[in-house]
């Protein structure tokens, strides 16, 4: 049976459906998993991906792309091939895809966050659903066992605090994440009655497709509607890892500096930034997320797509299962922006 996913040198190409999954070159048609950069990019004929993503990718990739929506879970046909998509749980409207053709059927995940039994569920997008199916094609982001993220409480307890503590004594508490699902989760768990909050013209206009997707988030202030320095020193100050002292960054004065990231679980790495806090918060599953969602769908075989691709295929392996890596240009730059460059395995070990 010929595989219904395969590598082309555009990106992830299903033969009998002629189309590909979030190529990274022109493509006549692609199905996108979610907006992030390395994933949904610029010049394809045709979009199609999940409703509730649209305002985001219109957002990023113009308001013109030639974009289909559907529901999660709702199918079409393309050349025979069923395409449907399931909740990733990893940024608002981020989906796995599901190829069905002659009773075969791959998943191909995009970027996914588990949710840990338990834990309150991600108010910012739906949890990830395990699609059962022969071949999974999963990223490997964090697929190193020193990754576990704590629950979600406990750290935005830990941010809530350290936000606290900088306003009592006067101090800005600015924190570097990802403008696109990092900075909306962060303004969804924290506590805003702790004082104003600062965003980055670069996650204004995402948070702006959150709200209009029904997410509800705190209200936000732009730097240029605060006057008054008292406020600015009492607020949470959410910026891109490149705004990091720079002139924007500048007028907070005598700020305290943190950066939310899945890497801070890496002590080496945490010294290296120079920042004063490091919060691991991620929206990539963790080790054991990675392992209890390729073991939910039953597929034989697993396809590694990026990340920590050899330690996950030969841990698979030793399982029993079948897997190997395909190469992608994925990358992880909503996890590693900041000065430092994301660990090696060295570093991890
Ligand atoms: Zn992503
Ligand atoms: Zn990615």
Redesign the pocket.
């Given at each position: 049976m010929p595989d219904l996913i395969v590598q082309r040198p555009e990106g992830l190409y299903c033969p009998p459906g002629d189309f590909y999954i979030d190529p990274w070159r022109r493509v006549e048609r692609a199905v996108i998993t979610?907006a992030?950069a390395d994933?949904a990019r610029t010049g394809h004929g045709h979009y199609l991906a999940t409703a509730v993503s649209e305002g985001l990718l219109r957002a990023r990739l113009g308001a013109g792309i030639n974009l289909q929506g559907l529901a999660y879970g709702e199918t079409v046909e393309h050349h025979g091939v069923r395409i449907s998509l399931h909740p990733a749980g990893?940024?608002l409207g981020s989906a796995q895809v599901r190829v069905e053709h002659r009773g075969r059927v791959w998943v191909a995940s995009g970027?996914y966050r588990t949710t840990p039994a338990g834990a309150r569920p991600d108010r910012t997008c739906a949890p990830f659903e395990a699609v059962r199916c022969h071949v999974f094609i999963t990223e490997s982001t964090f697929g190193l066992p020193i990754y576990r993220w704590r629950p979600d409480a406990e750290l935005f307890g830990q941010i809530n605090r350290w936000w606290a503590d900088n306003a009592a004594t006067g101090r800005a508490s600015v924190l570097s994440c990802y403008s696109l699902g990092k900075a909306q989760r962060i303004l969804a768990g924290v506590d805003a009655s702790l004082g104003p909050i600062i965003c980055h013209g670069a996650a204004e206009p995402l948070n702006e497709a959150y709200r209009a997707a029904g997410v509800p988030l705190p209200a936000t202030l732009s730097v240029n509607e605060v006057s008054d320095p008292a406020v600015l020193r009492r607020a949470l100050v959410l910026c891109p890892g490149a705004a990091m002292g720079s002139s924007w960054t500048k007028r907070f004065g005598d700020y305290a500096d943190a950066f939310a990231s899945g890497w801070m679980q890496v002590r080496g790495w945490r010294r290296r930034g120079g920042l004063d806090r490091g919060f691991v918060l991620s929206d990539h599953a963790d080790w054991p997320g990675l392992l209890g969602a390729i073991g939910a769908t039953g597929a034989e075989r697993i396809i590694a797509t990026h990340g920590s691709v050899p330690v996950l295929v030969r841990y698979l392996q030793e399982q029993g299962l079948q897997a190997e890596g395909f190469d992608t240009e994925y990358g992880d730059e909503?996890e590693a922006q900041a000065e430092a460059p994301p660990p090696t395995e060295a570093d991890a070990a």
């Open positions: 979610h992030h994933h990893h940024v970027d909503h």
